[in-house]
């Protein structure tokens, strides 16, 4: 039985990790600039639009499956948030890393 559980969560995991807010993701996190944080600010602003608009439309009357996508919207605005506050932090981090080195 725990096995059972333990190859399903694995199999979640892998087709998770090819969505593709997780490939964004994982392309932002890869290179550290400020400027790849600018991106995931946009992205981030982006989604919590759309997240305001599906809700919107749900107030309005809207089909129900707009509540899915549009807490689907938020859980990905807020990804890009933690990404846009952690990339200066972890530039930061590496900086200090390599100084440290020199040293």
């Not at 890869?30 to 759309?50: D, E, K, M």
């Not at 305001?52 to 605005?77: H, K, S, Y």
């Not at 890009?80 to 080195?101: D, E, Q």
């Amino acid at each position: 039985m725990i096995r059972a559980a333990w190859n399903i969560g694995v199999s979640i995991h892998t087709f998770l990790q090819h969505a593709p807010t997780n490939l964004i993701i994982r392309r932002l996190r890869g290179a550290h600039s400020l400027s790849r944080a600018a991106i995931a600010l946009v992205l981030a602003a982006t989604y919590f639009f759309a997240f305001g608009i599906c809700f919107t439309l749900l107030d309005r009357g809207g089909p129900l499956w707009l509540a899915f996508l549009g807490f689907l919207m938020f859980w990905n605005a807020c990804k890009f948030g933690w990404v846009f506050l952690l990339t200066p932090v972890s530039i930061l981090r590496r900086v200090i890393n390599r100084r440290r080195a020199r040293s």
